[in-house]
């Protein structure tokens, strides 16, 4: 069985502030390793489940902050951006489970560190009138690639509003959020090792055909996203793409052909937005 991770970092236990997700200080230091730890603990329970080959990607900012070398040898690291499945990179080597670690709430949310792919641009994003975050963009890219969400990691808030997307995923809530920036937190230990036990489980259940009844629910095509931005000057700028149609002045919507149309513009538009910073 192949198993893909995507890695975040703001719901990876004892990170509470976006200092800890900033390259170019301490508390990111420590803040990176504990993510790589919890990613490594995923992959060593996926294998110790039976896993066969294991991609670990990583997904938060730049794709550049874990830590290959305390990763488990056996997994082949996804780093570095752009790249065309942004915190899916690797779906195209044929996972069978996707594992979401260390993923947040999305935008608008009490959630620690809530966003959605981009705190700065997007207030709120829509997939067929359902409003999505990130897991809910990249679990429907999942499923459109024939991969089932089989496990994931965070806070409360972010486990709350996205099982019902997943019924029957494992999630393991490393931390309880009391605000954007505050929270009560497992230790990294003790998460680190919840999330090594989950992944063991999920693995051996699905090779043994525990969850064969859940399958995937690929979105309908073609795809409509509707897009509410931080500012009326970003939806001036995002609007210069001809395909993108102005509902208001902070709303913008565009149809896609699929699932993964949908998120290579959203990423686009999300590198866009540097020229406003």
């Known amino acids: 069985m ?3 991770i995507s890695a975040d970092i703001e719901g990876v236990a004892g990170v509470f502030h976006p200092e800890q997700t900033r390259a170019g200080n301490g508390e990111y230091e420590a803040a990176r390793r504990w993510m790589t730890l919890e990613a490594n603990a995923a992959i060593e329970g996926a294998f110790a489940g ?8 990583d997904s938060h900012g730049g794709f550049r902050n874990l830590l290959p070398d305390l990763l488990d040898p056996r997994a082949l690291v996804v780093l570095g951006k752009p790249r065309t499945l942004g915190m899916m990179a690797g779906l195209e080597y044929g996972a069978a489970l996707v594992f979401m670690i260390g993923y947040h709430a ?72 009391t605000g954007q920036a505050s929270g009560v937190t497992q230790s990294p230990a003790n998460a680190r090792e919840a999330i090594e036990t989950a ?42 793409w001809p395909t993108l149609m102005r509902v208001d002045a902070v709303t913008l919507r565009f149809d896609a052909a699929s699932v993964e149309h949908m998120v290579r513009m959203l990423n686009c538009l999300s590198a866009m937005s540097f020229m406003l910073r």
């Open 199 to 240: 992944a063991r489980e999920v693995v051996r259940q699905h090779l043994g055909g525990g969850r064969a009844e859940q399958a995937t629910r690929a979105v309908a095509q073609p795809v409509a996203c509707e897009l509410r931005v931080q500012t009326s000057a970003l939806a001036d700028l995002f609007c210069q």
């Open 50 to 57: 039976g896993a066969t080959q294991v991609w670990i990607n």
């Open 106 to 177: 999305m935008s608008q949310t009490r959630g620690i560190l809530a966003h959605t792919i981009n705190s700065f641009a997007f207030a709120r994003v829509s997939l067929n009138g359902v409003e999505v975050g990130e897991a809910g963009i990249y679990g429907a890219l999942a499923e459109e690639y024939g991969a089932q969400v089989a496990l994931l990691s965070g806070d409360d808030v972010f486990a709350e509003e996205t099982a019902p997307r997943f019924p029957g995923a494992r999630f393991v809530v490393t931390k309880r959020a």
């Open 2 to 4: 192949k198993v893909l």
